[in-house]
């Protein structure tokens, strides 16, 4: 059995920089091969195994079909979903069977949380005998209110959800908060004191909203 990791999260979250952490501390035993499917990646600072802008590239679908940026992206990973008995079982193939796989997903969470690509991406993984987890990152900067902590619980149990994946949950760019006791209110947070500050900052009519969030956010962070 082999063992991958999906990092995920909103762009700008912080998953290259965990990737690379990541690879420098794989260096040290030997077990970490990182793969990009990211077709608008620009640039990585650790080694790339395999890469899917070889494969299918964000520039290349936007000049010749004259998509946006987030329809060519999705064009990008529902060929790389057409293809996964292809090119993607070949290239997989090339690697050695204890090799410990890490893959640097896109930041577009409506890739994970609205359409099927990653979970049938996840589905053909776990069908070659991989046994896959979800590591979702949230930059711990908006993380400073009640209001941004449900949002971005939201969109992890969203995520979780969708996958169906273990998943580990990283507030990352610690190193920037300036106030990290504001942080760790939300580590381990209280329902009913959720629900009293969403109370105080929502209009009345939003109250049994606001307590569904509030229990929800706590499952999903």
Not at 4 to 10: C, D, M
Not at 97 to 106: A, E, M, N, Q, T
């Amino acid at each position: 059995m082999g063992y991958a990791q999906l990092v995920i999260g909103p762009a700008g979250s912080g998953k290259s920089t965990y990737c690379s952490s990541l690879y420098q501390y794989g260096q040290t035993i030997g077990w970490t091969i990182h793969i990009n499917l990211d077709p608008a990646a620009v640039n990585f600072d650790y080694p790339v195994a395999i890469d899917i802008r070889e494969f299918i590239s964000l520039d290349d679908v936007m000049e010749e079909l004259g998509l946006g940026p987030n329809g060519g992206l999705i064009y990008c990973m529902e060929h790389l979903e057409e293809n996964l008995d292809d090119w993607l079982t070949e290239e997989l193939e090339n690697l050695l069977d204890d090799d410990y796989l890490v893959f640097d997903c896109p930041g577009q969470i409506e890739l994970f949380s609205h359409v099927p690509v990653l979970k049938n991406f996840v589905e053909h993984l776990q069908r070659k005998n991989f046994n896959v987890c979800g590591v979702y990152l949230l930059d711990s900067q908006f993380i400073s209110d009640v209001t941004k902590f449900i949002s971005g619980c939201m969109a992890s149990l969203s995520v979780m959800v969708q996958l169906e994946l273990p998943q580990v949950n990283i507030l990352s760019k610690m190193d920037l908060v300036k106030n990290k006791r504001d942080i760790e209110y939300y580590l381990n947070p209280e329902p009913q004191i959720l629900l009293s500050e969403l109370n105080l900052r929502m209009a009345p009519q939003s109250e049994k909203l606001n307590k569904a969030l509030a229990d929800l956010s706590v499952l999903g962070g």
